[in-house]
């Protein structure tokens, strides 16, 4: 049991980093004001690609390693206390 709580926190530790380092790459997506009075479409060719750019697999790589955070937090946590 030991082993598995080891091999747990060191997929954890890669996680966290991991998470640390997309979210950092991440570039602010919020128009502010400006793009509300400047009526900022999201009817253009980038909005309905935007998955497929270095930007939207950056975003899907974060909400996957969220999802491992935490369940690795509570998989790690039920293992301690047990």
């Known amino acids: 049991m030991n082993i598995l709580k080891y091999v747990l926190m060191a ?3 890669i996680v966290s ?3 640390i ?3 950092l790459k991440q570039n602010k997506e919020d128009g502010g004001a400006s793009g509300t009075i400047v009526g ?5 060719f ?3 690609n935007k998955g497929k ?3 939207g697999k950056i975003k899907k ?3 996957i390693l969220m999802v ?3 369940i690795l937090t509570l998989t790690i946590g039920i293992l301690y206390v047990v």
């Open 11 to 13: 997929i954890y530790a």
């Open 17 to 19: 980093f991991t998470l």
């Open 21 to 23: 380092g997309l979210i």
């Open 40 to 44: 900022a479409s999201a009817n253009n």
């Open 46 to 48: 980038y909005e309905k």
């Open 53 to 55: 750019t270095t930007e």
């Open 61 to 63: 790589a974060t909400i």
């Open 68 to 70: 491992m955070f935490a």
